[in-house]
């Protein structure tokens, strides 16, 4: 009798965990799905923020260099030398822009960068065989990305 007693305690219990397991399992389902998509809308948060900072890198760059271009454009207003090629650089309407052997340093190439990143009609500029070094080789890479036309530079 105690035996039988026993099952039937035991069936009593094992049927209200079975229900219990029935109502539990929905709601840890639920769980589940919720915490992955807090998850994925972390995710999307954190590469939506990571656009943005590049996106304002980009335009800061950008500000930065119109900026370097105008301080070059108006530096070489005041040297008559420097405006003088640059004046020639903005004649140039056909492809080639031969500048090669003519001693231009530094201030020549900032100035012809700030030409540079507007200009829509060379397509092969020639600087070697002058005095460019890093700061003018710096400012003409950073005008190339502006300047769709420009395939060659030599």
């Not at 219990?13 to 229900?19: D, F, I, K, V």
């Not at 309407?93 to 001693?103: I, S, V």
Request: aromatic share 4%; with cysteine.
């Amino acid at each position: 009798q105690e035996l039988a007693q026993s099952r039937q305690v035991t069936a009593g219990l094992t049927g209200r965990l079975e229900a219990l397991a029935e109502t539990v399992a929905p709601l840890v389902e639920a769980r589940r799905k919720s915490e992955a998509e807090e998850q994925e809308a972390r995710r999307k948060a954190a590469e939506e923020a990571r656009r943005k900072a590049a996106a304002a890198e980009e335009e800061a760059h950008r500000k930065a260099a119109a900026a370097a271009a105008a301080e070059a454009e108006a530096e070489a207003e005041a040297d008559p030398q420097v405006a003088a090629v640059v004046a020639e650089a903005r004649r140039c309407t056909r492809g080639d822009l031969d500048l090669h052997g003519r001693g231009l340093t530094d201030r020549y190439a900032v100035a012809l960068a700030a030409w540079l990143a507007t200009n829509r009609t060379v397509t092969r500029l020639f600087l070697h065989e002058n005095q460019i070094g890093y700061e003018g080789a710096r400012a003409l890479a950073a005008a190339l990305p502006q300047n769709s036309t420009l395939h060659y530079l030599w």
